[in-house]
């Protein structure tokens, strides 16, 4: 009898790698078997494990759509030892994932809504699928806000997309930088200060929010001053994983696994939470 | 008239069954007794009058340390899954240990399983010993279990003036009874010894109730942070995955961890929402009595008293569990 | 003893001139001690002292850098205390230290306390803690001398012989990390063993990387250790760690005459540059 060892990744080959700032790159990859590659299936929201052989592994968000079949990709930004090693890949050479895992964010339930984006540096990684699906079925959904924000001009995350988003119907493309430097035309704010500053409106509006946890609380408290309820804040949360099957007991908030109850947690959800994230 | 079997009947058979099958049993030696392999020729090494050994034998499901695959470095890295080659028999299990081993099961064999600890758990054989002197930090009759309880093991061996009793669970062990020298005897069983009680009955709803509480960081004053109450404990789990490199091949390796240690929650730029030492400490405490049973329905804790016993500190469950019940008013 | 103990514990927390008092505590098995900490006059009455108190409490003056804090100290404690405040890891100014004369702690085993003293007071040379501010018990004049029998007899061995017997005691190490964790001269904000780049020995618990952890550790407190013994005490599977610490301590008082906590002042000989100095190698 032939165990499965969920720990084992699947191989893929990277296709190509795109400097996305100077510290987050885009990596494509191809599974390498046939049927998988074929049959490999997630939503946005969900997230796999990328293997450095020799090193590790670690947890990103899928930042592509699979119905789009143009290769699985992820952000990764370089700040640790694994990130380093996947940083030093070049396309032909194999990397190892493991997933899809985790929840998605349920955007067929979302249809007919205002959607407001709000994201915070490399949080923009799991929110660019989210966008990318909107955009795809843009007829479905209403308003279409995207408020992207970053310490510096140099650190905005998926920069070269954002004239495509703007370009669709009833779409706005909002940035901001913490600061400017000298070719700067734009925004010079915090994320929170421009979502008070835009007052985006919540009738039948869901706001998707992910970046760092200090970003996440601010914005909520601008959101519920806007009149945002908790059901109508979403996010996805990071911990530190290394199994991903709920099995390490690691990633847990109080009594959720971050990895099998999430990442992805409305605002109702978290106020339940026991413990804070 | 029950089935018995003598002890030195019991020693020969083992010895018997060790040349066919991997045998680990309590062995004591510089001062601890820890399960051991042991070959046929050295099965008069084992100690039929411990009490309980120092570390559980969830170690032989869950190792320290085990490599989980490797890579072999060919023209395309190529994955082998590391296999279960050993048929094994885990002599001497107490109930409590039987019973962390099957708490472990939930969490391992929920889906997706770890196939890989599901066949170890296949191919293993548990006979138990029921306890007839348990440690004055024993509970088990607290949290579910008892010291004679077959619950969880395989075949449970109960120790009498006449012998031992041999009380058949699964059908696992009856290949292994097959001309084992069993015979029938008059035996009574020993009645159960009484161990005081702790009021772990609805602890679980009460810790929902007192997250906040300043009580967690009072106990963590004292707490060094070491590994030693998860390291010794039969249900807890906790393991970190790294990949090793040595001798020109790779291996993914899983080894113990425990969220006592500084750094069990940061991730890679510092982030941690952990950082604090009573932070770390409740999440013990909750993982036990909180989120396993919410998850799983049983209290992750089988009694067994090691921690309370190797605690370098004294931080100990049941007074942990008495304070809570009290903090309820 | 330990109604002078409380009373200076309570005055102390009564004038505010400290937040908290370490001392002992009776532990749940009505018969030993553990570490203790009182933060209110009231509470005093929680304080114990007696021959089961074995912790080393500077242990907990780490976690407590910036806070004004008593503590109960023996003299192996005050040791302790004297290398933190010489690697300025500690403030003079914040502690208040009750210092206690010491007979030695009695071993307890099978939940009964023995005649016998705990390996460490068997071959301590004092019974008066080198640094108080308040001492509790007479002072007596410390005769006892360093005695390194144990430590000779590993020294005896074949060197194939010590091999096996060190190779025996890792096996059986689980990288509880117990011994770096009570130990007050393990303060490290990320211990050599848990960095990743570069790999020391990592998180593999085998029998290389074993041997490379209780080694190094031994070696990183070599001239720092001061003998409480508590790392030997904790280790749950009886590694007789003392002995390797203790031959690192007999090595540094005989190339190097000095003796590890003995005042604030004197530096360990590996936090020490002296140019030109002569380190009797070659005697």
């Given amino acids: 009898m032939t165990s499965v060892n969920p720990f084992i990744p699947n191989s893929a080959t990277l296709i190509k790698v795109t400097d996305l700032t100077y510290d987050i790159k885009l990596l494509n990859l191809q599974l390498e078997d046939p049927v998988l590659r074929e049959n490999f299936d997630y939503k946005p929201g969900q997230f796999g494990f990328l293997s450095a052989y020799g090193i590790g592994e670690a947890p990103f968000g899928f930042v ?37 895992f985790g929840n998605y964010f349920p955007l067929d339930n979302y249809r007919g809504k205002n959607i407001i984006i709000i994201g915070g540096g490399i949080g923009m990684a799991p929110l660019r699928p989210v966008i990318n699906f909107i955009l795809d079925h843009r007829a479905d959904y209403g308003d279409f806000l995207i408020i992207n924000g970053a310490r510096s001009p140099r ?94 007991a690691r990633c847990n908030v109080g009594d959720k696994y971050v990895c099998k109850d999430g ?7 978290i106020s339940k939470f026991i413990e804070q994230f | 008239m029950t089935k018995v079997i003598t002890k030195e009947d019991l020693l020969s058979w083992l010895r018997q069954l060790a040349e066919k099958y991997t045998v680990v049993a309590p062995v004591t030696s510089n001062g601890v007794t820890l399960y051991e392999s042991i070959s046929g020729s050295e099965v008069d090494k084992i100690d039929l009058s411990f009490s309980n050994t120092e570390l559980s034998p969830k170690n032989l499901f869950f190792p320290p340390t085990e490599a989980l695959f490797t890579i072999v470095q060919n023209e395309r890295p190529e994955i082998i899954p590391a296999k279960v080659d050993r048929e094994a028999i885990i002599f001497g299990v107490r109930p409590c240990d039987a019973r962390g081993i099957a708490l472990i099961d939930k969490a391992f064999l ?30 088990c009759t607290s949290v579910g279990s008892s010291p004679a309880d077959p619950t969880h093991v395989d075949l449970l061996l109960i120790p009498t003036e006449a012998g031992y009793i041999t009380q058949i669970v699964t059908d696992k062990c009856k290949q292994l009874l097959m001309g084992a020298p069993v015979k029938e005897a008059e035996a009574v069983q020993p009645s159960l010894p009484s161990l005081k009680s702790v009021p772990a009955e609805g602890i679980t709803e009460v810790m929902s109730k007192v997250f906040n509480d300043p009580y967690w960081d009072r106990v963590a004053d004292r707490c060094v942070h070491c590994n030693i109450c998860a390291y010794v404990c039969p249900c807890c789990y906790c393991f970190d995955i790294r990949d090793y490199v040595s001798k020109g091949k790779i291996e993914r390796v899983r080894s113990w961890e425990s969220c006592q240690s500084a750094g069990f929650t940061r991730i890679a730029g510092g982030y941690d929402p952990r950082s604090t030492k009573g932070s770390r400490l409740r999440q013990r405490w909750y993982h036990k009595l909180l989120y396993f049973p919410e998850q799983f329905g049983d209290i992750k804790c089988t009694g067994c008293g090691r921690c309370v016993r190797s605690c370098p500190v004294n931080i100990d469950i049941r007074e942990i569990i008495n304070d809570v019940q009290r903090m309820r008013a | 003893m330990i109604n002078e103990i409380r009373n200076k514990a309570k005055e102390l927390l009564e004038k505010k001139r400290v937040e908290c008092v370490i001392g002992y505590e009776r532990a749940t098995d009505g018969l030993t001690a553990r ?53 300025s890891q500690l403030k003079r100014e914040n502690l208040f230290i009750i210092g206690v004369v010491c007979s030695g702690v ?27 501010d308040f001492l509790v018990g007479e002072p007596v004049t410390e005769t006892a001398s360093r005695n390194y029998a144990e430590v000779t007899a590993i020294e005896d061995m074949t060197s194939a012989d010590r091999k096996l017997f060190w190779a025996e005691h890792f096996d059986r190490c689980i990288r509880c990390y117990g011994c770096r964790q009570v130990c007050m001269g393990c303060y490290c904000y990320e211990c050599f063993v848990d960095e990743l ?8 618990i085998a029998s290389s990387e074993n041997r490379m952890w209780n080694t190094m550790r031994a070696f990183h407190l070599a001239g720092r250790c001061i003998s409480c013994g508590e790392c030997e005490r904790v280790c749950p599977v009886n590694i007789p760690l003392m002995l390797l610490n203790r031959k690192l301590e007999k090595d540094t008082v005989h190339l190097f005459d000095f003796e590890p906590g003995i005042n604030a002042e004197t530096t360990p000989p590996f936090a020490t540059f002296k140019k030109g100095e002569d380190l009797g190698i070659s005697k």
């Fill in chain 2, 110 to 139: 929920a889906e997706p399983a770890d196939g890989f600890y599901k066949e170890k758990r296949e191919k293993t054989t548990l006979v138990g010993l029921a306890c007839s002197a348990p440690c004055p930090e024993c509970f």
């Fill in chain 1, 155 to 248: 650190d905005l995350v998926f920069a070269n997309e954002f004239d495509t988003w703007a370009q669709a119907a009833i779409t706005k493309v909002e940035l901001c930088v913490d600061r400017c430097d000298d070719k700067w035309q734009g925004r010079v704010a915090l994320v929170p200060d421009v979502i008070t500053q835009l007052k985006p409106s919540p009738v039948n509006a869901i706001a998707i929010t992910c970046g760092p946890p200090i970003m996440i609380r601010f914005a909520l408290a601008r959101l519920k001053e806007l009149g945002f309820g908790n059901e109508q804040i979403v996010t996805t949360l990071e911990q530190k994983m290394k199994c991903g099957l709920g099995k390490c």
């Fill in chain 1, 263 to 269: 990442p992805v947690f409305t605002f109702e959800q």
């Fill in chain 3, 35 to 87: 570490p203790a900490f009182i933060y209110d006059p009231s509470e005093v009455d929680r304080l114990i002292f007696d021959e089961t108190c074995v912790h080393n409490l500077s242990r907990f003056l780490i976690d407590k850098k910036h806070k004004a804090t008593a503590i109960v100290a023996k003299p192996c404690d005050s040791r302790g205390i004297n290398l933190l405040l010489n690697e």
């Fill in chain 3, 106 to 132: 009695k071993k307890v085993r099978f939940n009964q306390i023995e005649d016998s003293l705990q390996n460490k007071c068997q071959y301590c040379p004092q019974h008066v803690p080198s640094v108080y």
């Fill in chain 1, 64 to 100: 592509s759509l699979a119905y789009r079949k143009a290769g699985i990709e992820f952000a990764v930004r370089r700040i640790g030892t694994v990130t380093a090693a996947l940083h030093e890949l070049e396309p032909g050479a194999t990397i190892g994932v493991r997933g899809p």
């Fill in chain 3, 197 to 204: 780049d570069p790999l020391w020995a990592g998180i593999r």
